[in-house]
């Protein structure tokens, strides 16, 4: 990545850097060396004022951890989790704080294989019956990206799941309070898919 691991955690890190930190973070995970543990130390360490450097948005199925995947410390990340990484308002407000108010340079949208909510949403397509509550809120915010890929498509599961997760990036660089500081190349958005497999993520879009 050009970046030296360690380099996002500066106060006005770039995005690149962040973007660097974080994926170092994921490799220490995958080769089983992490060096961050989620002792009391650490939490009292880092009781000061916040400094994060990346919000990762992601689903809240109970395999992927966030802090644990990005091998990530007390004061690293923020974290916000739905079912599918949907978008609401109390999540946009919420990346638009770490960003506005915290100086975040980097918001990652983290999709996963054999996602149960794009399920969902298949199922609600292909059986067109749509589920109750506020589950139906779930579906609807991720039923567009099945209808591109066709939900008569064998493989759409695995490709509306990555579809879901490139939309979702593309709603968040429109966000009326990050679409300035994304133009003027201070915040990214990115994409990423992990795999529950191999524990790797990997960028969808990699520049
Ligand atoms: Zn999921």
Do not use: K
């Not at 770490?98 to 794009?118: N, Y």
């Not at 779930?138 to 695995?158: C, K, N, W, Y």
């Amino acid at each position: 990545m050009g970046a030296t691991p360690g380099q996002g955690r500066q106060a006005g890190g770039t995005p690149r850097a962040a973007l660097a930190d974080l994926l170092a973070g994921n490799r220490r995970f995958v080769s089983g060396q992490p060096i961050h543990g989620h002792d009391v130390t650490a939490a009292a360490a880092a009781s000061g004022d916040q400094q994060p450097y990346a919000v990762v948005l992601g689903c809240i199925d109970s395999r992927v951890p966030l802090e644990a995947i990005f091998d990530q410390t007390f004061g690293a990340i923020c974290v916000i989790r739905t079912g599918g990484h949907v978008l609401d308002r109390a999540v946009c407000g919420s990346i638009e704080y770490v960003v506005g108010q915290l100086g975040v340079p980097l918001v990652m949208v983290l999709g996963h294989e054999r996602c149960g909510a794009v399920g969902a949403a298949v199922d609600a397509l292909r059986t067109g019956e749509r589920p109750g509550g506020s589950l139906a809120y779930l579906v609807d915010e991720i039923a567009p990206a099945v209808t591109e890929i066709g939900f008569d498509d064998p493989a759409v599961h695995p490709l509306a799941i990555r579809r879901h997760v490139r939309r979702t990036v593309r709603t968040l660089r429109d966000d009326d309070l990050l679409a300035g500081p994304v133009a003027a190349g201070r915040v990214a958005v990115t994409g990423g898919l992990y795999d529950l497999a191999t524990g790797e993520v990997a960028l969808l879009d990699p520049g």
